[in-house]
């Protein structure tokens, strides 16, 4: 079926027989993605798809994966279906239906409450598709949930990085489901407190990194190296196991202690440690914390708290939320956004020490949301103002805060009125436990989603009894 293999671009692509290349609509690390046109009779209909050329270096095993996810997921509950496979030497080539599809980062700030609302239920619809077949997608993200805002139409695609649950019924899966192991670490009875709603108990177990004398420590540290803000993260000797009293005495005491917060470099303690291995797949701005932390017991909360952040982003019309160059830097704002001690308490169950160099509190999500979004709205009109164009991306750490206030709800898209259970699920979707965070399932029940008063039509009808 293949022709060739030979100049730039489109033409340089192995040519499918029947297929006419359009244009390049979207490109990731392992494939390019085109629009093409067939016509499956000569005088029958051209039909409009979407051809997948998959970079020939990818192991055969992501490939079949992928292949296999959206044969088996595909075609229903807002996920991509496959059409045709083509394999021509080392280049395989996944044929799928076109999907016309928004770029989020155009739309987001036009979107209104209802339409929001809409797209958490259909991408939820999909990972709930998906994680009861015991797929973990790993990379959930706008690029990969399609959306078509006019015809309120999704469609999640790239199964390249999913991985399998114990579960799973996908053969290919099976093999790497080892990687998920879903006992609860032992020792960890407290994986019933949730970090965010039991901020008591998180205090109690961080006064371990936070008493007195390494406060006092740390401060003194600090202010030697000139520094103002400042995070370290160091192993306890077993994952899964809470650290030892001993590994969280201050820096001070004697080997084997480790000793990289106070000189800023990997201890002698530390690179004698072995090394952990954890997946880590995924994009940055979307892994939660159990993957920033190495925790090696991963499953489909994984994509859980992906949908939060694209939730946040929604909420606060900015997209991307976070940009960080690294893990440790998007720990940090996972720490802004939902507490220092809650995350230190969450690293403890995950098995690691966190010192943090100070304390913050949990953001408001309300808060939070409502200023990044009157902010958006006072950054385009300034810019429209001087001419420039609008500023894209705001940071975490240059929230707005004053509020403008829009003039009625209508033109405000229901943005004056968000009911608290948008932030509840919210909450519910950053859970930093990923044993507590919310299924696809049960947040598909949630409030949020439930039909307002206002638009549900009673009917009544009365027949004659005599
Ligand atoms: P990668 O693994 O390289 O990220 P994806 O499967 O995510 O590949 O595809 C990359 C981009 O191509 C998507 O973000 C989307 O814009 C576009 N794309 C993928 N599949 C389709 C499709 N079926 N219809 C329309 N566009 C698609
Ligand atoms: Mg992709
Ligand atoms: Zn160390």
């Known amino acids: 079926m293949i022709k060739s293999e030979n100049v730039h671009d489109v033409a340089s692509l192995p040519q499918l027989e029947g297929f006419k290349m359009i244009e390049k609509i979207g490109e990731g690390t392992f494939s390019s993605v085109y629009l093409a046109t067939r016509k499956l009779a000569p005088d029958g209909p051209e039909e409009t798809l979407a051809v997948k050329y998959i970079i020939p270096t990818s192991h055969p095993h992501r490939i079949a994966t992928e292949l296999q996810c959206l044969q088996m997921a595909g075609d229903t509950d807002n996920v991509m279906g496959i059409r045709d496979c083509v394999r021509h030497e080392d280049r395989v080539t996944i044929i799928m239906d076109y999907f016309e599809h928004d770029n989020l980062s155009d739309v987001i700030q036009d979107l209104t409450l209802e339409e929001v609302r809409d797209y958490m239920k259909n991408l939820l619809i999909a990972l709930r598709h998906i994680h009861e077949l015991g797929i973990v997608h790993r990379d959930v993200k706008p690029s990969n949930f399609l959306y078509n805002r006019k015809l309120g139409r999704y469609a999640l695609v790239d199964f390249g990085l999913a991985q399998g649950m114990d579960h799973t019924m996908l053969p290919l899966l099976k093999s790497k489901s080892s990687l998920f192991p879903m006992v ?26 936070f008493d007195g004398k390494t406060k006092g420590l740390l401060k003194k540290c600090l202010a030697s190296q000139g520094k103002g803000t400042r995070l370290a993260s160091y192993p306890s000797r077993k994952s899964g196991q809470r ?11 004697p ?44 499953d489909s909360a994984v994509d859980i708290w992906a949908a939060g952040v694209i939730f946040l982003s929604l909420l606060s019309a900015h997209y991307p939320f976070f940009r960080a160059a690294d893990d440790l830097m998007a720990l940090a ?9 809650e995350v230190v308490a969450a690293a403890d169950y995950f098995g690691k020490a966190l010192l943090c160099s100070m304390e913050c509190p949990p953001v408001q999500f309300r808060m939070l949301c409502e200023s990044l979004r009157a902010g958006r709205r006072q950054n385009l009109g300034s810019d429209s103002e001087s001419g ?13 805060t ?3 206030g829009w003039t009625t709800e209508s033109a405000a898209g229901g943005w004056n009125s968000v009911p608290d ?10 859970e930093l436990n990923p044993h507590l965070r919310i299924s696809a399932e049960a947040s598909l029940q949630h409030e949020f989603f439930s039909i307002p008063q206002a638009h549900v039509t009673l009917t009544v009808h009365i027949a004659e009894t005599t």
């Open 333 to 341: 704002q996972v720490i802004v956004l939902r507490g220092s001690l």
């Open 243 to 253: 650290p030892s009293a001993r590994a969280l005495q201050p820096p001070h005491a």
């Open 421 to 430: 259970s948008a932030y509840d699920l919210l909450g519910r979707l950053l």
């Open 402 to 404: 004053q509020s403008e």
């Open 255 to 298: 080997s084997p202690i480790c000793r990289c917060f106070l000189f800023d470099r990997v201890c002698r303690t530390c690179l004698a440690r072995r090394e952990q291995t954890a997946p880590r797949a995924g994009t940055s701005g979307f892994r939660p914390p159990e993957v920033l932390l190495k925790y090696p017991r991963q």
């Open 184 to 209: 609860k670490p032992r020792g960890h009875d407290k994986a019933c407190a949730s970090f965010s709603e039991l901020p008591a108990k998180a205090a109690k177990r961080s006064h371990m990194l």
């Open 388 to 400: 420039k164009p609008p500023s894209k991306r705001a940071r975490m750490d240059n929230f707005p």
